[in-house]
């Protein structure tokens, strides 16, 4: 299979991450990921977007979530994009620590980084994050995708 992109754009809005979550149900179906895959990737994926509206954006819904989902034949990457002024990742606390077990926030960033193989920020200089998240996909019955 070739390289395959799907692009996606919504308005900083956290009611919207109900309708990007039917999307991904849609999304990892039809790519017949098996139920772990599946899983990681929308839960990986509506983490980075909440991050992206909640932090990014500070839910201003005049900006755009932007989001890109690129198949090869051998992973999948979703990339998340904001237009937000970016965040040391080394300043985040350890959300496995017992003290900060029962936080109501603060566990997206080792979520994601638990389910996905690789987690990678790049900040624009201020101008912008880009979250990206890369499984490995499983060969499809018993063949590359």
Known sequence: MAREIITLSFPSRLELLGMLDKMLEGFVEQMECDEETATAVTISSIEAATNA??????????KLVGMEFVVDDDQLEVRVRDSGPGFDPSSLE????????LRARGRGIHIMRSLM???????????????RLRKRLPPHNGTPR
């Open 94 to 101: 350890d959300c496995t620590d017992p003290a900060n077990l």
């Open 53 to 62: 509206i909640q932090h990014g954006h500070r839910r201003d819904s005049t």
């Open 117 to 131: 193989d690789e987690v990678i920020f790049e900040f624009q200089n201020g101008h912008g994050t880009l979250v």
